[in-house]
């Protein structure tokens, strides 16, 4: 059963941007703390960015300045717009969310391909 799906990955150039959106489906997810993570290949999936219940976000070193995390409404939880890609950012981006920051990952979406060009 699928909760959470995203969209807007695709091919871009170095120094390019790309928004990522996340929907809802089968329910809604209101005041829920949201995330997004992504893996490499060969690598562990990592937290990219999210926000809290009550707004609080935070951000991976690796992206903060670059990337800005955002709530949207019940059925489009979160975005994820990304500026200034780098190679380095090519991975799958998966949406997560969670009825806190400890419980993120309990739903979690089937990804989007982000791919950066050098």
């Known amino acids: 059963q699928v909760h959470l799906v995203e969209s807007g990955g695709g091919l871009v150039q170095a120094g390019g941007s790309l928004r990522l959106s996340c929907a809802a489906s089968?329910?809604?997810?209101?005041?829920?703390?949201m995330g997004w993570f992504r893996q490499a290949p060969g690598k562990e999936r990592e937290l990219v960015a999210r926000f809290s219940s009550g707004g609080v976000t935070y951000y991976a070193d690796s992206v903060k300045g670059r990337f800005t995390i955002s709530r949207g409404s019940a059925k489009n939880p979160a975005y994820l717009q990304m500026n200034r890609l780098k190679p380095e950012d090519t991975a799958v981006y998966y949406c997560a969310a969670g009825e806190t920051v400890g419980s993120l990952g309990h739903y979690w979406g089937q990804g989007t391909q982000v791919t950066v060009s050098s």
């Open positions: 089968e329910r809604t997810f209101s005041n829920y703390a």
